[in-house]
């Protein structure tokens, strides 16, 4: 069974980076999948924010690049997301998942996060 | 940007069947993906590829995606089905609607 965990601080100060990992059980992250975050802030809707392959290929919300990384750390299983330049409006609870990314007969993606971890909320506040 | 619209709030009475509309431009080009929140939880997926259920999701959730329309169907909905519901799908990057609340009562 697939077992994901965030950690990471629970209040960030503006214009500051924020940094949150992501432990994977249950299954090695170089054995297949896209990996990556989602947020919701309070009372909201879901945000994605990006996916990465263990191999490189990466993809991030267009609304948030330039100021989005995800990494992976195959030798220790899990993954990160650094989120720079915070203002309150990045107040969310973030959550790790992992992505499914196929190719639709189309040539599109196909979407689908099948395991999430429980979510930590980070709060943006001087 | 791309946009997938759906219904703030549905009510259903239990017992009866909730349809969850999510509405894009050539949706039905698209596979759609539906997820199930619960209070206070992670989501968690309910439906992918517009009609496949993963292991583990009861039989009364089914999709369905045609022209820019795709629907969630629940029948026969229960209590333990309140929950917010949310589509995805891709066009350049995955997009989220923006969640229905449903309400059984």
């Known amino acids: 069974q697939v077992q994901m965990q965030e950690s990471g601080p629970g209040l960030v100060r503006p214009s500051e980076t924020l940094s949150l990992t992501c432990n994977v059980s249950g299954y090695s992250i170089i054995n297949g999948y896209f990996w990556g975050w989602v947020r919701q802030p309070p009372g909201k809707g879901l945000e994605w924010i990006g996916c990465?392959?263990?191999?490189?290929?990466?993809y991030l919300n267009p609304s948030l690049k330039g100021r989005v990384t995800v990494s992976l750390d195959t030798s220790t299983n899990h993954f990160s997301l650094k989120l720079s330049s915070l203002t309150a409006a990045d107040t969310a609870v973030y959550y790790c998942?992992?992505?499914?990314?196929?190719?639709?007969?189309?040539?599109?993606?196909?979407?689908?996060?099948?395991?999430w971890g429980q979510g930590t909320l980070v709060t943006v506040s001087s | 940007s791309y946009d997938l619209t759906q219904p703030p709030s549905v009510s259903v009475s239990p017992g009866q069947t909730a349809s969850i509309t999510c509405s894009g431009d050539?949706?039905?080009?698209?596979?759609v993906s539906w997820y199930q929140q619960r209070p206070g939880q992670s989501p968690s997926l309910l439906i992918y590829?517009?009609?496949k259920r993963p292991s583990g999701v009861p039989e009364r959730f089914s999709g369905s995606n045609a022209g820019n329309t795709a629907t969630l169907t629940i029948t026969g909905a229960q209590a333990v089905d309140e929950a917010d519901y949310y589509c995805q799908a891709w066009d350049s990057s995955t997009v989220f609607g923006g969640g229905t609340k449903l309400t059984v009562l």
């Open positions: 050539d949706l039905d080009r698209k596979y």
């Open positions: 590829r517009d009609t």
């Open positions: 990465k392959y263990h191999r490189g290929d990466t």
């Open positions: 998942a992992r992505c499914f990314l196929g190719i639709s007969v189309s040539g599109s993606r196909d979407p689908n996060f099948d395991y």
